[in-house]
């Protein structure tokens, strides 16, 4: 009994809700803590589809209390109409969902900023959600930011907001926009507020509760690890850190508490915005990828880049997080695909190089390698036995575990909750 982390292994979307949908049906607690609603993460079971943006994936699991820790940002608006589609499908929320006072809150003028600050970069722009992510971690950094806990004392809140205000307006206006109300914000924000306010709870004490029990605690992570504030592709990356380190402060959990951490990867590469990507497609076979696994961003929409399996990031990610497992997803995507390629590592002027080597402008330059293998013919779409797998499928997932140096515990081979390998 120990705790479990589930973290993007590449840049997000690698199906991570999913497996957490699966993995929860053992676990007493299910945390997420970091992101914000920019994190997007479909679970299809028999309650439905769903895309879950703040509430865990785990929610669904009857048994277990699903947790939103302190270092995750929330938009209560979104946060309230994701109460409500649980809710009307029958998932039971009263004393399952729990969410931390120390959460900060997306703000009206967040948004309003992360538009403004993205348009006046021109093409510099970063390539945001849009949904106010950066501003919030920015003021939560500043101290600037407002809590959950600020709302329960209406006089508190009333009080930052103005001043918040005087700093905000002022930018707004510099930048053409119209100066923000306090009065229409307070009315808005207090209408969500009291319909989450019955959920909020110190949830400290809870998660050190179920440790000390030796509990089955599973923390979620909300992004991939190459989006993390610090290790990913700076400036194209997120507000919050993504690494596993970071549960510490986004959750309370003691490092030594951690015992398995399980790194999520599509059996190929995506991406969504602007930012480097080595091993992007830019041909018929990056067009396959996007039509045949539907690859458009379950927050955004935005159609997503897509490239060859990147074996070197896997491993960066393997190092930086202690990943003890990976899982593989998407696997059935690349049925019918003559040939596939893995990307063994990287060259740069004729030498080899690695993803810590330098920054983003580095991974713009570097020439990604490849082992060609052959591909397979017979669809795996719902296999769940790795001995039924195309004989060149396995090779394809063994040469995968070669690579990265960590052994697969699953294989995703479709949408479905049941499409699953364990291994």
Avoid at 263 to 279: D, E, L
Avoid at 300 to 328: C, H, P, Q, S
Avoid at 373 to 389: A, C, E, R, S
Wanted: overall charge positive.
């Amino acid at each position: 009994m120990a705790v479990t982390i589930v973290l993007g292994a590449q840049w997000g979307d690698e199906g991570k809700g999913k497996i957490i949908d699966c993995l929860s049906d053992t676990s007493d607690l299910v945390v997420r803590f970091h992101g914000g609603n920019n994190a997007g993460h479909t679970v299809v079971n028999k309650y439905g589809k769903f895309p879950m943006h703040l509430i865990p994936s785990g929610i669904f699991n009857k048994r277990a209390k699903s947790i939103i820790g302190n270092g995750v940002i929330l938009d209560l608006e979104v946060l309230v109409n994701e109460i409500k589609l649980l809710e009307k499908s029958g998932i039971k929320l009263k004393d399952r969902l729990l969410i931390s006072p120390r959460c900060h809150v997306i703000m009206p003028y967040h948004k309003l900023l992360d538009r403004l600050y993205e348009e006046a970069k021109g093409k510099a722009k970063t390539g945001t959600t849009g949904k106010g992510i950066g501003p919030t971690y920015a003021d939560k950094v500043s101290y600037n930011g407002i809590r959950l806990a600020d709302f329960i004392n209406k006089k508190v809140f009333r009080q930052k907001l103005n001043t918040q205000l005087l700093i905000k307006n002022k930018i707004l206006v510099a930048l053409g926009e119209k100066p923000l109300k306090a009065f229409a914000i307070e009315k808005d924000l207090y209408k969500f507020f009291n319909k989450i306010k019955p959920f909020i709870t110190e949830v400290f004490p809870i998660i050190h509760k179920e440790l000390n029990a030796n509990k089955e605690v599973l923390v979620e992570g909300a992004h991939g690890m190459f989006l993390d504030n610090d290790w990913g592709t700076y400036p194209f990356v997120t507000g919050s850190n993504v690494v596993s380190g970071a549960v510490t402060a986004g959750a309370g959990i003691p490092p030594q508490k951690i015992k398995k951490v399980i790194g999520i990867t599509k059996a190929y590469t995506t991406r969504v915005g602007a930012g480097p990507f080595p091993t992007e497609l830019f041909d018929k076979y990056g067009d396959l990828l996007v039509e045949k696994g539907h690859e458009f961003g379950t927050t955004t929409g935005r159609r997503r880049r897509t490239g060859w399996f990147d074996a070197e990031i896997i491993r960066f990610a393997a190092k930086i997080n202690g990943l003890t497992d990976i899982t593989v997803t998407k696997l059935d995507i690349l049925d019918g695909f003559k040939e596939v390629k893995i990307c063994t590592h990287y060259l740069l002027n004729g030498k080899k190089v690695s993803y810590e080597d330098g920054d983003a402008n580095f991974l713009t330059k570097v020439k990604p390698i490849y082992k060609v293998m052959p591909g397979w013919i017979k669809t795996t779409k719902g296999i769940t036995k790795f001995k039924d797998l195309p004989i060149n499928a396995k090779k394809y997932l063994e040469e995968i575990k070669k690579q990265t140096g960590v052994k697969i515990n699953f294989v995703s081979t479709g949408q479905d909750r049941k499409d699953i390998i364990t291994l």
